[in-house]
């Protein structure tokens, strides 16, 4: 029996397909693979795929498919007698022409007469175009974002078709010459111009990162040790004890890269992580330990109530904000008029915020957060609207501000709002990380693995 890895995937997506293989496509068979699914089983499977149909129709000879083969992987057409060989074949064994790919690539004794001298030129050619699909896979898998866009179900800003004949052209191109990372990320350049640019570029690193709360009470703490040593935690991070005080740990060793552009859903049960993460990444929280590089101005949406004293006005919260932000009050007056009329609060505006109702505060805060666009937004579901007759005009102007950032993390519960705004998610577990992958995994994932929500919500 074969093994599968990940050059043989590669050179079933150049036969079948002539192009590299998609980064999930790869990581799926892979993970087939060790349900004992052979490279004859994965052969078998993508000769039914769309992909491969739609362009080998049924219609179409067996020699056109074999051909077809032949230039995908070496750059020309089967010799007369070889593809007489595969004709026969196909006539007396039944060979399809999954047994034939097989065969030919993965086979180091052929049945069938060969030029030595041929067979080194194809082999050559083959381990080259084997080669550049490694780098472009690589390539593409630095980035969740260019992972959902190079699959056959491909999203905004590339067009499946398009970038699929770009690519099948480059490899079709490769011959002899062996190709350099530099030609593979000039080809990945040119599938969309400068949104790919922007999605090559990091716009938050972390390394090792961990992150402890110090918990400082008047309870007996010896019963709270024998308590945080017999009780299992279903839900927060964990604790560690010290001799004067209790830690959360609430992050624990985060490794994580967003690049610009990407918009990722923090996905996890009460107390997984996510809102830690958002503080983090927006500087309210100070890792205990390893490395965060912010390469973005990270605007955070994560308190129902304003950080500044209730016996202020809500002109003054405005005026605080907008100097914050613009380091003047120059067009401070119809910032103001706009935030009067969105909130409904009129000659409220005036009086002090412990005046206000939590509707009251609650619109006041969210119309002053949502006035202008920011490049990157770290939002927490749990931010408050106010009361009903505010929601609607609430999730317009949330969805359009959202839709504005270049780059969004979004904690929420509700898949529907995931699927709306985000393609990468990144599933909390007791502070730390259990999955990231594209939204649909991700959230997938969580379905079926995490303990709090099958056995305590579910």
């Not at 898949?415 to 502070?431: A, D």
Request: proline content about 3%; aromatic content about 10%; overall charge negative.
């Amino acid at each position: 029996m074969i093994n599968v890895d990940a050059k043989k995937l590669q050179t079933l997506y150049i036969a079948y397909f002539g192009r590299p293989g998609d980064p999930s496509g790869i990581n799926y068979w892979l993970s087939r693979s060790k349900e004992l699914l052979t490279i004859k089983d994965i052969s078998n499977e993508l000769s039914r795929q769309d992909e491969y149909t739609k362009f080998c129709a049924l219609d179409k000879s067996l020699e056109f498919k074999i051909n077809k083969v032949y230039l995908n992987l070496f750059n020309r057409k089967a010799d007369f007698d070889v593809l007489n060989y595969w004709v026969e074949m196909a006539d007396n064994q039944d060979y399809q022409i999954s047994d034939i790919i097989c065969e030919l690539v993965f086979t180091k004794k052929k049945t069938y007469s060969i030029n030595i001298t041929q067979e080194k030129k194809d082999l050559h050619i083959l381990n080259n175009k084997i080669l550049a699909a490694e780098l472009f896979t690589k390539q593409i898998s630095q980035s969740i974002t260019l992972i959902n866009l190079y699959k056959p179900d491909s999203i905004s800003p590339w067009i499946s078709g398009e970038s699929f004949i770009k690519v099948t052209q480059f490899l079709c191109n490769v011959d002899n010459e062996k190709q350099s990372i530099d030609m593979v990320s000039d080809l990945i350049r040119s599938l969309s111009g400068s949104p790919i640019n922007m999605l090559n570029k990091p716009a938050i690193q972390i390394t090792d990162i961990s992150l402890s709360i110090p918990i400082y009470h008047s309870e007996n703490r010896s019963l709270t040790k024998r308590l945080a040593k017999k009780v299992t935690n279903i839900t927060g991070g964990a604790l560690d004890q010290s001799k004067n005080r209790t830690n959360i740990i609430a992050l624990n060793n985060i490794n994580l890269t967003i690049m610009k552009g990407e918009r990722v859903g923090l996905i996890g049960h009460n107390g997984s992580g996510k809102s830690s993460f958002l503080r983090l990444i927006s500087g309210i929280y100070i890792p205990t330990s390893g490395n965060i590089n912010v390469l973005v101005d990270v605007y955070p949406m994560l308190q129902k109530t304003f950080l500044t004293s209730s016996e202020l006005s809500g002109l003054d919260a405005c005026k605080a904000h907008y100097l914050l932000n613009n380091h003047s009050l120059d067009g401070f007056e119809s910032f103001l008029e706009e935030i009067i009329e969105f909130s409904g609060l009129g000659s409220y505006i005036s009086l002090p915020i412990k005046t206000y109702s939590e509707g009251m505060s609650a619109r006041l805060i969210f119309s002053i957060l949502t006035s202008s666009p920011h490049d990157c937004l770290a939002i927490d579901e749990g931010f408050g609207t106010g009361d009903a007759d505010f929601c609607d005009r609430a999730e317009e102007r949330m969805k359009q501000f959202m839709e504005s950032a270049a780059t969004l993390f979004l904690a929420s519960h509700s898949e529907e709002l995931l699927k709306q705004f985000c393609n990468r998610g990144v599933v909390f577990s007791h502070g730390s990380i259990a999955y990231d992958g594209p939204l649909d995994a991700a959230l997938n994932y969580y379905h079926t693995h995490d303990y709090y929500r099958k056995n305590v919500i579910g």
